[in-house]
């Protein structure tokens, strides 16, 4: 989608970039990146489009196994105390030696972003994380040096300024139980769709105007009834999924609903933009296709041990398949949503080059 919006608008550029969950490395990336908007978006089609699951994951049989034994041994040890930790099901050290490679960091901090911040082609970069030591949604976001720190503390979710890392990046892409925390100062942190009940606060609190939202969620279309109701009890893969779901991606709509009753209210009322309220435009890109169904037709691209681990799981049952867009990293299902990306965009591209072109 972006690289599409990058190529109609070659002058194109965001000051302000922040994401959650694979959103986060897509943000960082383009902030990191040297390159013009529209030359970094196109590069990370690239990247993604030759995407395959080792990666991001070790996905050997042996280590699965290994994996699953650790798990099932502390859910079965009755409180005792495991010799080796459970800690995801599936093992990242590809998806952080992919990120080191990504993202330049000598020092370990993205020096892309430093220079653009230093030069001002760039205001800030914001990640979001969940602390499974606080349970609340933390931002780390990182301005120039001239800008006052970054400070907020709302119900369930906090700002911080910090000088964004790799670390910082894995933690918010660590999605829970699949994919193992990642320690950021002492704690541990995992995906930060887990508490982002307003996803647009980032954004907000850096001070954007107007806000391009690129969601993985299509339009909700009115579910027809079921001829009869079904008898079988639901696969873990369908609970899982529809969890994840759920905690991953459903509270967008509601915190765009709000910000554009808020924005109505500013315009059309004095006493609250003088009470601090702001009219912000939000636009938001959603697929016109259902992820998870582009998944199940995928499948049988996952390599055996984890195809076995999520069929174990009972994706190949109807409606199951959500868990599977979240575990597929294969060049074939990612090109498939790059070209539904291009398609999207191309047919609301009026309507966003006069959201943009200003």
Request: with cysteine; glycine share 6%.
């Amino acid at each position: 989608m972006l690289a599409r919006l990058g190529r109609a608008l070659p002058e194109l550029e965001f000051d302000i970039f922040t994401g959650v969950s694979a959103g986060a490395i897509n943000a960082a990336y383009l902030a990191n990146a040297a390159g013009s908007f529209a030359e970094s978006a196109e590069a990370l089609c690239a990247l993604w489009s030759k995407l395959r699951m080792e990666h991001v994951v070790r996905a050997a049989t042996p280590e699965m196994l290994r994996n699953v034994a650790r798990w099932s041994v502390q859910l079965l040890s009755g409180g005792i105390q495991p010799l080796s930790q459970a800690q995801g099901l599936l093992d990242t050290a590809p998806l952080r030696s992919l990120l080191r490679e990504l993202l330049p960091a000598p020092d370990g901090n993205l020096s892309g972003v430093e220079q653009k911040l230093a030069c001002g082609r760039l205001s800030a970069l914001a990640v979001t994380t969940t602390s499974y030591e606080s349970g609340q949604a933390v931002t780390f976001a990182q301005q120039s040096a001239d800008q006052a720190p970054v400070s907020w503390r709302r119900p369930q979710r906090v700002g911080r300024s910090a000088r964004i890392r790799v670390e910082h990046v894995l933690a918010s892409a660590a999605i829970p139980i699949l994919f193992p925390a990642v320690e950021i100062a002492g704690t541990w942190h995992g995906d930060g769709s887990v508490r982002d009940t307003a996803p647009l606060s980032p954004a907000l609190h850096l001070g954007a105007e107007r806000i391009l939202v690129v969601s993985t969620v299509r339009d909700p279309v009115p579910q027809p009834e079921p001829a009869a109701p079904s008898s079988t009890y639901p696969s873990l893969a369908r609970i899982v999924g529809v969890t994840l779901n759920s905690l991953l991606y459903g509270h967008m709509e509601s915190d765009v609903a709000q910000m554009r009753r808020f924005t109505e209210l500013a315009r059309a009322c004095p006493a609250a933009r003088e009470s601090g309220l702001r009219p912000v435009d939000v636009c938001v890109l959603r697929p016109t296709l259902d992820l998870g169904e582009i998944a199940a037709e995928m499948e049988h691209e996952l390599p055996r041990a984890v195809r076995y681990l999520t069929r174990g799981l009972g994706t190949k049952e109807r409606n199951s398949a959500d868990l599977l867009s979240a575990v597929l990293f294969e060049a074939r299902y990612t090109q498939r949503l790059i070209d539904c990306g291009r398609r999207d965009v191309e047919q609301r591209l009026p309507d966003l080059l006069a959201f943009l072109g200003s």
